[in-house]
Structures are given as C-alpha cells and as structure tokens.
C-alpha cells in the first residue's frame, strides 16, 4: 500500500468498526442495569432459586438468542445485499432496540405501569438489538478484510476487536456516570432506561456515516461490477496492484458459490470451534456479570461498577498491544499465548474465590484474564474468521460460525447466572466453580489452537484458500 491511499483505508476501517463499538456497547450496556431487571421484572415474580435465576439468566442473555440469528443471515444478508447494506440494517436495529428496551411499554402502556408483563417486549427489543450485533460482528470485520492490505489486514481487522472493547468501557463510564445521578432506588426507577437509551446516540452515528462508504471490492465483483471494483481498487491501492487483486478475486470466484465442505471439513471445524473457544473460555460471563462478580467479593455498587470500568479500561490496553502484535508475531501463537495467561487466572480466581480471599489479588487475577483474552482471542478470532474461508464458502461457513459463537455465549452467559447462584455449588466453592471451569476450557483451547489451526499472517485472502485445496 506504499503508494496506496492510506488515509481512505483508515476512514473505512473505522466507520465499519462503529460497528464493533456498538456491539460492544449493546453486550456491556445490560451489565449496569442486572440489578434493576431483576428489582423490576424478576424478584416481584416470588419464584424458587432455580426459577429465578434461570429467568434472570436469560433476560440478561435475551439479546443473544438474536444475536445467534444475525449471524446465521448475516452472510446472505451481506451477499445478497451487499456488506454496506446490512450494516446499515444493523445500525437500524442497534436503534430501535435502544429506545424499545429503554421503554418497553411503549405502545402497550404507561411507562413503569405493566410491572413484571413488560418483560415480555423488554426481551423482544433486547433480542431485535441482538440480530444487529450478529449482523454487525460478522459484516464489519469482513467488509474490512476485503479492503484491506494483506500486509495490514491483520492490524485493520483488529480495530473491530478495539471497537468492540472501546464500546464496552464507554458504556462502563456511561453507566457509573448515570448512576452516580441517584441512589439505588432512583437506578431502579428511572437510571436502568437511560443507561439503554444512551445506545442509540452511537447507532445514529453509525447509520448516517454508512451512506458515504462504498461496498467492498470482492462483493462488487461478485456482482459482476468489476469496472467499479477496479476503480475503489485503484483508490485503495495503486493501478498495478489493483489490477492484480481484481484478477485473484475473480480467479477465485469462477465458482461464485459452493457447498459448505467443498474445501473439506478442517476449514469449517477450525472456523466453528475457534468461535466455540471464544466464549467457552467465559469472556462474556465475566464482561455480563462483572459488577455482580465484584459484589460477590464485597464490593459495593458503585465500588463494583468502578472495578468493572478498570477490567474496560485493561481490556482496551491489551487489545492494542495485539493489534501491535498480530501481523509480527502471527496468528497462533498469540492465540496459544492468551489461552494459557486466560488458563492460570481463571484458575487461580477460582480458588481464591473457594479460599474467601476476596482481596486484591482476585481484582488483579480478573485483570490478567482480561489481558491473556484481550491479547489473543479477543481480537485474533475475529482476523481468523474473516480471513480464513474461501470466497466461494465464504457468507455461509462465516455466518455458521458467527451463529454458533453466539449459541455457545448464550450458553455461557445463561449458564453463569445459574452456577453462581446454585447454593449447593456455592456451600462447596463459594462463587468459585464457573471459574474452574473456564480455565480448563482454556487450557483446551491452547490444545486446539497447536494441534489444528494454520498461520495466516501476510498472505492474500486467494492465497488462503489454498490451504484448504485437496489433491485432485
């Protein structure tokens, strides 16, 4: 990209990743409001332990249910209509989830007048807000690593990854600086809604800046627009190049679509479980729950709202570090790296939960994790996804394992809410087990990573594909 055109490479970069802030932002948001949803919604119900904290469980993971759709029809969705297109859909429903969740007896009520039957619409809004943060976590890292140099992409893509973990610690601020505006009462009442309505400041943004951008080189081609490919090209790069990519893209579009297995199933088994280990490790568990984590460890609300804002604060720093590191170091071994610094702080947070040594050494353990995911498969997943399938499989095996990586967070996050609040478990590890069993997931996944995933650093996307060719 020497004599390329740098700056219009960032300015697409960062207007697609408002997409990845605004899934941040839409997953971190619910963190502030757990304790209002279930003052409002769930306690009032009277329901046995079980009950109740399944039900809490899946309000707070509601959104993820959509989240699992946007990526299974995020691919088509993006082939069909183009990479612009559905992130202008998402943007579209990262707002109207922010002001439905936000008042969800708009239309059926009063506000704060249908008591616990608000519920119903509260998780309808949070799951629409979810198909946008499937859509968006799928089309935003694509649509960049197809404009993207080979010799940058793995640092373009990774400021999805800073996007994302970006969102998460404004909406940290955001959220201690409305609660700091009552007391607990007030947050019940009122703060809860405005805490969700602040999401659709950013997804204006973002909707409004998607009418300037152009669609990606590879989908233009796709669409037989190979004069307009050529042109955005030759902007990105230079003539030469540009004419040079145009061919590769084409020669590995003669066959515009195959079956999902047409590269055999290594591709889609890397693919699927890289998204599985993703969420397996617990990331969401800890970033869902983390102000009742800390009130587990005796902090109080803000005292726990203000630890969660330095677990965002580490997450951002690290997540540069990677994105520093991941078109030096490659790939692998800094998905293997986190996997074992994920492995030693879930393990030893674990314990020291069963110790009840809930000092400084269990915020310090959360920031290590926080850094080994943030260093690696925080950002890296998503360069891997983006990079690894062929073009013609490309929307499908994509949107798979987007749709998966989803299922297996509202898996976890589901399953948190259950396993923290179980008094048998809690009598024998003391908010400890779901920690234990994170870190043997990510040891696991290190496992994975050594034994089955190839390095991907500097090559061209077409050159890729060639990995996965069997003889004959």
Known sequence: MANGNKSLVMTLTLIATLGGLLFGYDTAVISGAISSIDANFINPRNLDEAARNSLSGFTISSALWGCVLGGLIAGRIGDRLGRRAGLMLAAAMFLICSIGSAWPE??????????????????????????????????????????????????????????????????????????????????????????????????????????????????????????????????????????????????????????????????????????????????????????????????????????????????????????????????????????????????????????HNMGTDSLLMVILYIAGFALSWGPIVWVMLAEIFPNSIKGVAMGLAVAVQWFANLAVSWSFKVLDGNSLLNAHFNHGFAYFVYGVMSILAALFVWRYVPETKGRHLEQIQQLWHRPG
Not at 114 to 127: E, K
Not at 173 to 189: Q, S, Y
């Open 106 to 355: 708009l239309g059926l009520g009063a506000v704060g007048s249908m008591g616990t039957a608000a519920l119903l619409p509260f998780n309808i809004y949070r799951v629409i807000g979810g198909v946008g943060v499937g859509m968006a976590s799928l089309l935003a890292p694509l649509y960049i690593a197809e404009i993207a140099p080979p010799k940058e992409r793995g640092q373009l893509v990774s400021y999805q990854q800073l996007a994302i973990v970006g969102g998460m610690m404004l909406v940290y601020f955001v959220n201690l600086a409305i609660a700091a505006h009552g007391d607990e009462a007030w947050l019940h009442a009122s703060g809860w809604r405005w805490m969700l309505a602040s999401e659709a400041i950013p997804a204006l943004l973002f909707l409004g800046l998607l009418l300037g951008v152009p669609d990606s080189p590879r989908w233009l081609v796709m669409k037989g627009r190979d004069a307009e490919a050529r042109a955005l090209l030759t902007r990105l790069t230079n003539a030469d190049e540009a004419q040079l990519v145009l061919r590769e893209i084409e020669d590995s579009l003669v066959v515009k679509h195959e079956r999902l297995f047409h590269f055999g199933g290594l591709v889609i088994l890397v693919g699927v479980m890289l998204s599985v280990f993703q969420q397996l490790v617990g990331i969401n568990a800890v970033l869902y729950y983390a102000p009742l984590m800390f009130k587990n460890m005796g902090s109080s609300t803000h005292s726990a709202l203000l630890q969660t804002l330095i677990v965002g604060i580490a997450n951002v720093v690290f997540t540069i570090v990677a994105m520093l590191c991941v078109d030096r170091w490659g790939r692998k071994p800094l998905l293997i790296l986190g996997a074992i610094i994920m492995a030693v702080a879930m393990l030893g947070l674990g314990a020291l939960f069963n110790a």
